[in-house]
């Protein structure tokens, strides 16, 4: 009997537990919602956020009504979050403020793309803005680079790009960021909260990398993935033409589940003949090298730690940020003149 009393009350702690935490994360999310759905102040919010827990935990007698209140601006909260839209016009930021257009020759074999950003980064604010219309001939796409910008010094988290390139000289680069309006600026909070629309930023690999370091990021890693032809190509399509499907049917960014990183693994999968889970280098894209290295799909025969060293690259993009042959010196294959 006694046993069976403490299995009872074990199990109806852990309800309680449960209880707890799911009213907590609740009440987390409906504080984060009145911030950035509803437009109160990031103090009030804050206020809110810590006072109002004290109160219903000292005030037995006004938890009904505390409660009742909470589940109406939840219910508005939500109702709100469903109504809002996408957005295909407003002031945005210089740096995304051309969407790329993708052009797809009748034959399938040439990519058209206006708006493929250039800029020359000295700074962060200091830049030399420029917009470009390249061809991209599939017949030359022969390699793919995966590229993890560490946030900081986290092992975890990183910002995740592709490089694909056609021929040695001649590479773009494909980024899915959050898209900034003039002023805004990006957070993981307000990205839970369609606050930014979707991008797939395309770029040259001079720009998208000197702006990394412009930035001041110390660690930049270029990983050469190991693929077939008929991979790469098919990936570089499929992005390409959700890139270009974004100019008229925007979507949002989000911080979990439309991310730099969870974006990429939905085109891998979708293009790859075969299983992919989803793991650890999704949830922690600063692993994602690591990931690569232990599936046997980075081209290197040196361990991890060794490719590591070895494709850390921020310095030699700072190095040779202005050299013609950018591309190949940052991958150390600089024996050529």
Excluded at 77 to 100: G, T
Excluded at 126 to 143: G, R
């Amino acid at each position: 009997m006694n046993e069976e009393l403490k299995v009872g009350f074990k199990k109806i702690s852990m309800i309680g537990i449960f209880k707890v935490l799911l009213m907590s994360l609740a009440w987390l999310w409906l504080c984060g919602a009145l911030r950035y759905l509803m437009g109160v102040p990031s103090f009030l919010s804050f206020v809110i956020l810590i006072g109002l827990p004290i109160y219903f935990y000292k005030s037995k007698k006004r938890r009904k009504h505390l409660l009742i209140l909470a589940t109406v601006l939840l219910l508005i909260s939500v109702v709100l979050l469903i109504i809002k839209k996408p957005k295909r016009y407003s002031d945005w930021d210089l740096s995304c403020k051309k969407p790329p257009i993708i052009r797809i020759s009748e034959s399938g074999d040439i990519v058209t793309i206006s708006n493929v950003r250039h800029f020359k980064w000295e700074g962060v604010t200091d830049y030399q803005p420029s917009w470009v219309k390249k061809n991209y001939y599939l017949d030359k796409l022969d390699s793919l680079d995966l590229i993890v910008e560490p946030l900081g010094d986290s092992r975890l988290f990183a910002h995740t790009m592709l490089s694909f390139g056609f021929g040695p000289e001649e590479r773009v680069v494909i980024s899915v960021e959050a898209r900034k309006e003039k002023g805004e600026k990006y957070g993981l909070i307000s990205g839970l909260y369609k606050q930014f629309e979707l991008l797939y930023q395309i770029s040259s690999e001079r720009d998208a990398l000197t702006l990394r370091v412009a930035r001041g990021q110390s660690k930049l890693y270029m990983y050469p993935v190991k693929a077939t032809p008929e991979f790469i190509k098919s990936l570089f399509l499929d992005m390409v033409s959700k890139a270009g499907s974004l100019v008229d049917n925007p979507a949002f960014y989000h911080s979990l589940r439309a991310n730099c990183t969870t974006e990429l693994f939905k085109h891998i999968r979708e293009n790859f003949d075969g299983d992919i889970s989803y793991g650890k280098g999704v949830l922690f894209p600063s692993t994602s090298g690591q990931v690569l290295h232990e599936m046997g799909w980075m081209d290197t025969e040196l361990d991890y730690e060794d490719a590591r060293k070895k494709f850390m690259s921020a310095e030699r993009v700072r190095m040779f940020s202005k050299d013609p042959h950018f591309s190949r010196k940052i991958r150390g294959n600089d024996t050529e003149s």
